[in-house]
């Protein structure tokens, strides 16, 4: 892979400041919330006002992004999130909380992060084609992950603060290390220039309008909410949650499961862009994702902690391979001039359907405690065969030409 350009490293430079805010502010979320007193009912309302503040957000994207510029939505959302860390901070007030976070700007998730990663996605595949493009998303990935948990590691430091200072800020005020990581953000996406905006198209045609891959990105949307909605049988809570009901798994223990589970992570997104210039995009996709599905489903019936664990590993390992090459594959399926909104519309339909699959678990579980990663498991199992159903015979020109077989 030739050296990244200028652009392609600002856009990593910013995605990992605010990865790091992320991977803090996720972890001291629910603290907060339960430090203040709220009802389940309230801190429910502020979690999905997390949720459907990136999906509201990536609409505005696929809509407006193009037409008012890339670098001006990109900053214009750093500034929210710093935004958002004053209030969070300092609100209690459950209308302040709620507002700010149906803004968008704050996400539960390091990577693809609501609004931001549409952006950062297009403007990675305006700078990067073919091989180059898969591995700038496999190393974009790993860098959101490892700086997210860094983030997670440094939730520490309040409890640290305030063993060795009697008056240290309080959980709350630690919502302030999303200023700086946001202001770094937005600085960063400053100095980018005119090369990541959306290329010309002519007068007035609408930016925001799918036309020629309208069909498949609607199709791929469909199958990723599929995807996703399975994905929210097992977020990490509910594995922590099973992990310590089952084996009775210490808080350290888990600590250093999830830990581990970040650095797998960070290693797959590097290894999937090798796998994909052997065997092509879909074929890493589904390919190193199904076999994962069957991992997901054995844990159950694991007859240790560490047999479970192992078996996480494992899935994780393989699990997400397909993340750097699914969002190459979508820039690479779209014309260049709709891959904002081919974008957004695909991230979006990921983040609207997956609390509901967190919801569901907990009405699983009544059937059996590891009854959702059983589900789970068989929901994306699905996934993988209809996306290879759908899409093994479409042709990718840039992996025709690089000698790879459909």
């Keep these: ?212 891959s309208r069909s498949t990105v609607f199709r791929l949307s469909g199958l990723f909410a599929l995807d996703s909605f399975g994905g929210g049988f097992v977020v990490p809570a509910s594995l922590a949650y099973w992990l310590s009901a089952e084996y009775h798994a210490s808080v350290a223990t888990l600590g250093f499961v999830f830990f581990g589970v970040a650095l797998i992570q960070t290693a797959s997104f590097l290894v999937a862009p090798r796998l994909a210039k052997r065997f092509g995009l879909l074929r890493t996709m589904v390919f190193t994702h199904l076999p994962s599905n069957v991992f997901l489903i054995l844990i159950p019936f694991a007859p240790t902690l560490s047999v479970a664990v192992g078996l996480l590993f494992a899935r994780t390992a393989l699990s997400q391979m397909d993340v750097p090459t699914r969002q190459a594959y979508v820039m690479a399926l779209v014309a260049p001039d709709e891959r904002t909104p081919a974008a957004a519309y695909t991230n979006t339909a990921r983040y609207l359907t997956r609390p509901l699959g967190a919801v569901f678990a907990g009405a699983a579980q009544s059937i059996g405690l590891g009854a959702p990663l059983v589900i789970a498991g068989t929901i994306k199992s699905v996934y993988d065969l209809a996306l290879w159903r759908w899409f093994s015979h479409v042709t990718i020109p840039e992996e025709q030409a690089a000698g790879i077989a459909s």
Excluded at 134 to 155: M, Q
Aim: overall charge positive; hydrophobic content about 55%.
């Design 1 to 212: 892979m030739r050296t990244l350009s200028r652009d392609s490293r600002l856009v990593l430079a910013a995605q990992a400041f605010r990865a790091f805010g992320y991977g803090f502010a996720a972890v001291l979320l629910g603290v907060v919330l339960a430090d203040r007193n709220l009802s389940a009912f309230e801190v429910g309302l502020v979690v999905t006002s997390v949720v459907a503040g990136t999906a509201i957000a990536s609409v505005a994207v696929a809509r407006y992004a193009d037409k008012l510029g890339r670098r001006r939505c990109y900053i214009g959302l750093y500034l929210v999130l710093a935004l958002t860390g004053i209030v969070f901070a300092f609100a209690s007030q459950l209308w302040a909380l709620v507002g700010v976070a149906l803004l968008g700007a704050l996400s539960t998730e390091v990577v693809e992060s609501g609004p931001f990663t549409s952006l950062e996605q297009v403007m990675l595949a305006t700078e990067l084609s073919g091989r180059e493009r898969t591995r700038g998303f496999g190393t974009y990935n790993a860098v959101a992950t490892a700086a997210g948990a860094l983030g997670a590691l440094a939730v520490g430091l309040p409890e640290l603060a305030r063993s060795l200072w009697s008056d240290a800020p309080s959980n709350a005020a630690w919502f302030l290390v999303l200023v700086p990581a946001a202001l770094a953000g937005a600085a960063v996406a400053a100095s980018m220039s005119a090369d990541v905006e959306a290329p010309p198209r002519p007068p007035g045609e609408n930016r925001s309008r799918l036309t020629k």
